[in-house]
């Protein structure tokens, strides 16, 4: 099977595979300059990055996550994750509402939101299922920079354990989004 990888700092990415969140804030990587960030893929593998990783931009109850790049010159592939709900939120207001269900901390929203000049950001409402077995890749130079997704080889074979939040869980917390970005109860 042919899958693509979202690129994310290796706390988060731990955070989402452990079931302590499931929703992602995002803006682009540097080198996404023209439109910035684009889900461009529904379901894909996230890869752990430890570029840029920024502790000062995590919250407290995500520090305990941070850690050295365990497998330099690897990438190893812990989870699947599926978009269940996607916001471009255009109010920092609505933004920092989402603070406390995800890793970031307020000051690093605000400073994606204004990022570039460009205000708004992304939120991701993932579903996410921890691989039974994490996938390990050699990092390629076409794996490198600063971008958002990244092309993996093709036939690669994974098993999907159960999901990091049972279906209930999940399922409250995409309510809650909604509600804090006052758009309702969720449909």
């Known amino acids: 099977m042919t899958f693509s990888a979202l690129k994310e700092w290796d706390a988060q990415v731990q955070a989402?595979?452990?079931g302590q969140t499931a929703v992602v804030v995002r803006k682009g990587g540097i080198l996404e300059t023209h439109g910035g960030?684009?889900?461009?893929?529904?379901?894909?593998?996230?890869?752990p990055t430890f570029l840029h990783q920024n502790p000062a931009e995590l919250r407290g109850d995500f520090q305990p996550l941070l850690r050295p790049d365990p497998s330099p010159g690897q990438i190893?592939?812990?989870?699947?994750?599926e978009v269940q709900d996607l916001y471009k939120i255009e109010s920092l207001d609505a933004a920092l509402a989402l603070e406390d269900l995800q890793a970031l901390n307020a000051g690093a929203i605000e400073r994606r939101f204004h990022y570039r000049q460009r205000p708004w950001l992304h939120a991701l409402v993932l579903r996410v299922w921890p691989l039974t077995s994490p996938?390990?890749?050699e990092e390629t130079p076409e794996m490198l920079g600063c971008v958002?997704?990244?092309?993996l080889p093709e036939n690669l074979d994974v098993e999907l354990?159960?999901?990091?939040?049972?279906?209930?869980d999940l399922t409250v917390l995409r309510k809650e989004v909604k509600s804090r970005l006052g758009l309702g109860a969720l449909q």
């Open 135 to 137: 996938l390990a890749l």
């Open 16 to 18: 989402l595979a452990r």
């Open 76 to 81: 190893v592939l812990p989870a699947l994750a």
């Open 148 to 151: 958002s997704w990244v092309s």
């Open 161 to 168: 354990g159960a999901p990091s939040l049972p279906e209930a």
């Open 37 to 47: 960030f684009e889900v461009e893929h529904r379901r894909f593998l996230l890869y």
